[in-house]
């Protein structure tokens, strides 16, 4: 079966969070189960200085504004497809976003060629490749299954909603661009109060919808979840399925990890130690035997970054040293600064994006804090687990269905992988920092909890088999 994952950001080629990660390993997960899944993305400068350009596949004289190019290449294991408008994406700065950080003002342009392009691949654009199943991601790629579904093409489609905060809502004055039939302006199409919705569009008219967790999958569905799309969403409840993620077990190996001063297994202590001094090194702290407690995020409201500012001294006052690698909110970044000056040698921030960073956090911290509001799947606490950081986590989303408390039938069974907190506000996260500070300085139960998150199966294996059996049901149901 072919599938086409139509992507804005896939690992290691561009990523900004989670969403590049699972595009990036999924394809590979899939293969095992007689998926030819390739991606289409957009030819970025930064994606081309790593890929090379590729053969031209297509050309469009003019394309939503300009001169396009369609080309094809393969590049470190993964079979591509990208999107080559330099009026779209040649310019400098993320892939949403300018040097600045502001959102650039034709992302609803530039997001509609990618999504179009993919349809158009479904409608055969190339004879070589047809892909059966149009997989979109978010907002971004949402409006590929719109395509599909007006252009009447055999082909099945997918949405993935890794987070339903974004959702490409747009003024309805750009729809006579996007290229759509004029009926596609209705509360059945792309209309979303009054303008344009690009996720809602994908929502209402993609063939499947899967969510990145099944807790998410269910939290959507519910008014304070649903961010004015749960009525939609509890309408498709049938086609609605939740498939919680993966981790690229070869990026994400703490026995061969190139970014770890010591590569380490289960029950090598000693390794983990090394990696310890190397990153309170790095973060200015005291080399003493306190717990580490590290955050590795986006610092926004969606990861209740500010409560853990809240508790920060809290923290330190239970005797615990803290490390914070992250970058977002100016306000925030600003908080953990803060921090780390009231506290030296017990709270160490770095502000900015560094992924081997991120790995020595996981290789040598005892835990890492994830306190969010809501969090579709979440990566970072999966990681944890591979890397005997116990994860401390908030109990939403993906969190609540890939950790499993250390409450008192979980210890005693020996199966508990982390600590879990609810509600999520600044005294049950005091108190379950406090939890795992106990549990630390009982050393056969730290140890143990630390096992079991190592053995944990955190890999694709299972998910990747929900998703080529959604497929194959999809495909299907699309040919009745
Ligand atoms: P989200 O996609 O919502 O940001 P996830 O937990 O799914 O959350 O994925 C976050 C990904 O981004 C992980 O791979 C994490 O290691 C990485 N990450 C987040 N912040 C940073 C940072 N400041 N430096 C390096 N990696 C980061
Ligand atoms: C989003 C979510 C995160 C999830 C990631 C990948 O960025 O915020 O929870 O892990 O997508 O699905």
Same mark, same amino acid.
């Given at each position: 079966m072919r599938v086409l994952s139509v992507v804005s950001e896939l690992?290691? /080629?561009? #990523?900004?969070?989670?969403?590049?990660?699972? =595009?990036?390993?999924?394809?590979?997960?899939?293969?095992?189960?007689?998926?030819?899944?390739?991606?289409?993305? @957009?030819?970025?400068?930064?994606?081309? =200085?790593?890929?090379g350009w590729g053969e031209v596949v297509h050309h469009w004289p003019d394309y939503y504004g300009g001169e396009a190019r369609l080309r094809r290449l393969e590049a470190e294991g993964h079979r591509l497809f990208l999107l080559d408008a330099p009026h779209l994406y040649d310019r400098p700065g993320g892939p949403?976003? !300018?040097?600045?950080?502001?959102? $650039?003002? !034709?992302n609803w342009r530039r997001f509609a060629a990618l999504s179009r392009a993919g349809a158009d691949l479904a409608r055969g654009l190339i004879f070589d490749f047809r892909p059966d199943i149009v997989h979109a991601h978010d907002w971004q790629t949402a409006l590929a299954a719109a395509f599909v579904h007006y252009d009447g093409t055999p082909s099945a489609s997918v949405v993935t909603v890794h987070n339903l905060a974004f959702q490409g809502q747009f003024d309805a004055g750009i729809f006579p661009a996007l290229g759509l039939p004029p009926d596609a302006f209705s509360i059945h199409g792309v209309e979303y109060y009054g303008g344009v919705g690009f996720l809602k569009a994908g929502l209402k008219l993609a063939t499947g919808i899967t969510a990145v967790s099944p807790t998410y999958a269910e939290e959507i569905r519910t008014p304070e979840g649903g961010m004015g799309l749960a009525g939609l969403l509890s309408d498709r409840v049938d086609d609605l399925c939740g498939i919680v993620n993966g981790i690229d077990a070869a990026a994400w190996d703490p026995? +061969?990890?190139?970014?770890? @001063?010591?590569?380490?297994?289960?029950?090598?202590r000693p390794a983990r130690q090394v990696n310890r001094r190397a990153l309170e090194a790095r973060f200015g702290l005291d080399a003493d035997d306190a717990p580490i407690f590290s955050v590795v995020s986006r610092l926004t409201w969606? #990861? &209740?970054i500010d409560l853990l500012a809240e508790t920060?001294? $809290?923290?330190?006052?239970?005797?615990? #040293?803290?490390?914070?690698?992250? +970058? &977002?909110?100016?306000?925030?970044? $600003? =908080? /953990?600064?803060?921090?780390?000056? *009231? $506290?030296?040698? *017990?709270?160490?921030?770095?502000?900015?994006?560094?992924?081997?960073l991120a790995h020595l956090l996981q290789g040598g911290a005892d835990a890492i804090l994830i306190p969010s509001r809501f969090e579709p799947c979440g990566l970072t606490q999966l990681y944890g687990l591979r890397y005997g950081s116990v994860p401390v986590v908030a109990r939403v989303g993906g969190l609540a269905d890939t950790v499993i408390d250390a409450n008192h039938a979980a210890l005693v069974a020996g199966v508990a992988t982390g600590i879990q907190f609810s509600p999520v506000d600044v005294p049950a996260l005091r108190k379950a920092i406090r939890?795992?500070?106990?549990l630390y300085h009982s050393p056969g139960i730290w140890t143990r909890l630390r096992r079991e998150g190592m053995k944990a199966d955190v890999s694709w294996d299972h998910s990747a088999a929900d998703y080529a059996a959604l497929y194959r049901d999809l495909l299907d149901r699309s040919r009745r």
């Open positions: 690992y290691p /080629f561009v #990523k900004t969070g989670g969403l590049a990660d699972v =595009a990036g390993a999924l394809p590979p997960a899939l293969r095992g189960h007689g998926i030819d899944m390739r991606s289409l993305l @957009p030819a970025y400068p930064s994606v081309v =200085a790593r890929t949403y976003t !300018d040097p600045a950080g502001v959102d $650039h003002p !034709d026995a +061969s990890d190139p970014h770890l @001063p010591a590569r380490f297994t289960a029950d090598d969606q #990861k &209740g920060a001294d $809290h923290l330190v006052g239970l005797g615990a #040293k803290l490390a914070v690698l992250g +970058s &977002g909110d100016p306000g925030l970044e $600003h =908080a /953990f600064r803060e921090a780390a000056t *009231r $506290h030296p040698g *017990r709270i160490g921030t770095v502000i900015g994006y560094d992924e081997p939890r795992a500070v106990h």
